[in-house]
């Protein structure tokens, strides 16, 4: 198969060193981003394989350092994406070249840790943390702009929350996805932990005791047209009105509805050797985070928990979380709640990112034990989830999901136990249990050897898929095989 030669981007690119730290932000003061346009000059890169004879890769466009998100303006259909740093760019093509050309910067909508994103019609949603307290206390942040043609962006506060301790560690993963209901009338966003596992992080005695709170480990649920609201450090309050969608979950970077209006997330899970969740997210539902993550129990929760990766498989002893004494006994961590019943993540039936650490401590595959997993292998950060809600992909891949893998194994200390591969596209077929009340999914490789993935966009039958990289980031045009619209997959029921 023929690769076409890529195009080179202008504009201006932490990533994953370990998938436990997929997405945190480093508490650090932003830097000042130039609104000029630059040529950025080739990189050296891999190409990403097809697995399947059928699916064509291109690049599409070297773009900057540190982009995470990826965006269609849905009606001028052009392409954008930002950047940790605050920056939102818009690419144009000038001149028989693809330009990234710079229309916002922190400056413009006050967000440190700008890491979500989404258009509603011309309306640009972002979503992050801004920083107080002499960079030791933080607020989530929703703004929203309007992006229309020969007009100046005009900024409207959607919410701000109220302050909340930071800490000195790279798990304080902040505000960041973001979608929209199909009915565009409500915006869902995910606020994720401020711990590894619900540890206290109290950045050296301020905000002491702290763990997670009231903002941390949801998904919020706010009307698209709300203005200036603040929303309060208070469970019950943010139940009250509404606000409060799903509580329990770690860190699900990505969220997206299938053709049935039903609503998934995926998340990155800690340093323990449980699998990364996707969930089928429903209101009033909670999660388990922080005491069951992955379908496996959080040992810290239990008294008299004693970390010791001799006697406890599960525990990488070269874990981030190990090596800085995360993991300890800590007889005083919160009890689960009274009446509070947790929903298990969705199932996977393989044939892959299915392998998984048995009860033994061996390493297994679900494809040989018959086991399903909740849901994808451990430590692979998945990322980029999308559905063919149009239903325009071929008859196998008609309605259908799809995710990355950010996390190679073969790179990754606490993922290559389990595999080698990673950082790679999955295609998700999923199936209705009415027994179990829960989704399985059937995960198979379609798509190999990308460079730190973390975001797509299915345009008709082409998937759009951003690589971030601190120094030239790139995005890839998959396109996919197309089918017939002449009829509609029919969710299958097990």
Not at 402 to 420: A, I, Q
Request: hydrophobic residues 35%; aromatic residues 10%; glycine residues 8%.
């Amino acid at each position: 198969m023929q690769i076409k030669q890529g195009i080179f981007v202008i504009g201006i690119l932490s990533f994953l060193v370990e998938p436990a730290i997929s997405f945190a932000q480093k508490d650090s003061k932003p830097k000042e981003t130039k609104t000029t346009s630059i040529r950025l000059s080739p990189v050296v890169q891999s190409t990403p394989v097809p697995l399947r004879s059928d699916i064509l890769i291109e690049k599409f466009a070297d773009i900057e350092p540190n982009a995470v998100r990826l965006l269609i303006h849905p009606v001028s259909g052009d392409f954008y994406y930002t950047t940790f740093e605050g920056g939102v760019f818009h690419i144009t093509k000038q001149n028989g070249s693809i330009i990234s050309e710079q229309i916002l910067t922190v400056k413009d909508h006050g967000i440190n840790k700008l890491q979500g994103a989404v258009f509603a019609g011309s309306e640009l949603f972002l979503c992050g943390n801004t920083t107080e307290n002499n960079y030791r206390g933080t607020r989530g942040r929703l703004v929203r702009f309007s992006i229309v043609p020969n007009s100046i962006p005009k900024m409207t506060i959607v919410f701000n929350t109220e302050a909340y301790g930071l800490n000195a560690t790279t798990w304080d993963h902040g505000w960041n996805a973001l979608v929209l209901s199909p009915d565009q009338k409500y915006i869902f966003i995910t606020s994720g932990s401020r711990t590894g596992h619900g540890e206290i992080q109290d950045d050296k005695g301020v905000y002491p005791n702290a763990r997670d709170n009231a903002l941390t480990t949801k998904i919020f649920r706010i009307p698209a047209k709300a203005e200036n609201l603040l929303l309060p450090n208070d469970t019950d309050k943010l139940k009250a009105e509404a606000y409060l969608y799903a509580e329990g979950i770690r860190n699900a970077y990505d969220m997206a509805f299938d053709s049935d209006g039903n609503l998934f997330a995926v998340v990155n899970s800690s340093d323990y050797d449980h699998s990364e969740d996707m969930f089928w997210v429903r209101q009033g539902r909670h999660y388990g985070f922080p005491w069951i993550m992955g379908g496996i129990e959080n040992p810290q929760q239990y008294p008299d928990f004693m970390p010791d990766p001799k006697r406890d498989p599960f525990l990488p002893a070269t874990s981030h979380g190990m090596l800085m004494k995360y993991f300890r006994n800590d007889p005083d961590f919160p009890k689960v709640p009274e009446g509070i019943k947790f929903s298990p993540g969705v199932q996977n039936l393989g044939p892959d990112a299915n392998e998984y650490r048995g009860h033994s401590g061996k390493i297994l595959d679900g494809d040989n034990t018959g086991v399903t997993i909740s849901t994808f292998t451990a430590h692979s950060s998945p990322l980029g989830l999308v559905f063919d809600t149009k239903g325009v992909l071929s008859g196998e891949f008609k309605g259908d999901g799809f995710v990355l893998r950010n996390t190679l194994g073969s790179k990754s200390s606490l993922m290559k136990p389990f595999t080698d591969q990673g950082r790679d596209l999955l295609h998700l077929d999923m199936s209705y249990d009415k027994g179990s009340d829960n989704y399985f999914v059937k995960t198979t490789r379609i798509v190999d050897s990308f460079n730190n993935p973390t975001d797509a966009v299915l345009i008709g039958n082409s998937l759009y898929i951003i690589e971030y990289d601190a120094k030239v980031g790139s995005i890839w045009k998959v396109t996919l095989p197309a089918g017939s619209k002449k009829f509609k997959k029919i969710r299958k029921k097990k």
